[in-house]
Every structure is written in C-alpha cells, then in structure tokens.
C-alpha cells in the first residue's frame, strides 16, 4: 500500500462535496509533510511511526507537525482522507449495487461488505487513529456513514427507529470491532461478512445474496 499515491490535502476524514479549506501554499506544505509520514508509514507501519520520526523525516521542527494535525491521531487520519473520499464517492453516486439504481437492501448490504474490506484495507491507519472513546461518535466519517444507512434503511421499510437502528448497523463496521473479531478471536473475513448479510436481512426481512464486489 504506497499511501505516498494518495496524500490527501485536508486534515480530518472529508465528507465528500465539502469545500477545500487551505490555500494552495498550506496545502502543498501539509501535502510535503504526509508524504514524509506516509513513506514511514510504508517502511514501518502506522504503530511505529512516531511525531518525532515524522518531523525528522520532513525537516521541520515537531512543532509544526502538532500545529498542523493537532495530535498524533489527526495526522494518521489525514493519511486515510483521500482513500475515504474515494470509498463515500462510490456509494454516494458510484455504481449499483454499492451506489445509486439497486434496491435499498441490496445496497446496504454491498455498502457493509464494501466497508469492511475497505476497513481491512487500511487497518493499520484506522486503528493508530482511533479516537478516544469520548469523540469516536463524532468523527465525520461515521456520521456520514449513520446518515447513508439510515437513509437505506427508510427506504427498504425497515421501520422502527432508524437512527438507532443506523448506529447498531455502523457500530458492526467499527475497525476495532473488525480487528478484534478477525485478528484476536480468529473469525474468518467470510464469517465477518455473513454477519453483515444476516443483520441486513433480519433488519429487512429479506434473503439477499453476497453481491459481487
């Protein structure tokens, strides 16, 4: 995974369509400075790789590395920007089933297994930003995903609370869930996607198929 690809140019997880924020100057600087973490990141892995070695590594004094991402959390989650900019740009408006023009079960259910491969993908990444337990709730990214499955769940007719039923659903794809299950409790990834198909199925009262992703 060379994340030296894919820097992004915002500092938290974006929700698409938002506005760019920096001028292009602090952009290309936060841009050098990712780009130092990233290839850290590549040759050691995101649990090795410290503030310290990061400022060494882009040249800068350490000071300027916590002024511009606030903490060790927020520079790991604007390594992932990019990569989830492009996982909500495919189920906002990507092709069916993860996007638009699929029935809304079928959707959601190619939006779970979407996730977790997409979580499994960038584990790493996920679990060296995880916030504290007071504020995992109100990152961007998790929000957006609560809004798309409440959304999908009104459509399908589920019924009953839809939020809470969203948050439920959502709390399945946590990236700490995910690597407990798979890397502590050894559950397969196969295990872990049946589990998605079969909450989807109980909360729609459908039989659906493992799409094709």
């Not at 809004?147 to 009104?154: A, D, F, G, I």
Request: hydrophobic letters at 45%; glycine letters at 8%.
């Amino acid at each position: 995974m060379d994340l030296r690809l894919q820097t992004p140019a915002a500092r938290e997880l974006t929700v698409v369509g938002q506005p760019p924020r920096e001028r292009a100057d602090a952009a290309r600087n936060r841009a050098r400075l990712l780009d130092a973490a990233a290839g850290l990141v590549d040759a050691h892995g995101a649990e090795h790789v410290t503030m310290e070695a990061v400022a060494a590594a882009a040249c800068v004094g350490k000071g300027t590395l916590f002024r511009r991402f606030g903490d060790r959390n927020g520079l790991m989650l604007a390594l992932v920007d990019h990569a989830e900019q492009e996982y909500q740009q495919a189920f906002m408006s990507g092709p069916a089933p993860l996007g638009p023009g699929a029935p809304a079960p079928e959707r959601l259910l190619a939006f779970g297994i979407a996730t977790i491969r997409f979580s499994f993908r960038y584990l790493d990444l996920f679990l060296a930003a995880e916030p504290c337990a007071s504020k995992r709730c109100l990152v961007a990214a998790r929000a957006v995903r609560v809004t798309h499955v409440s959304s999908l769940l009104r459509q399908a007719g589920s019924g009953g609370d839809t939020e809470l039923l969203a948050q439920t659903l959502v709390g399945y794809l946590d990236p700490a869930l995910l690597n407990h299950l798979h890397h502590q409790r050894h559950v397969p990834l196969e295990r872990i996607e049946e589990g998605w198909r079969e909450l989807v199925g109980r909360m729609t009262e459908r039989h659906l198929p493992c799409p094709g992703l």
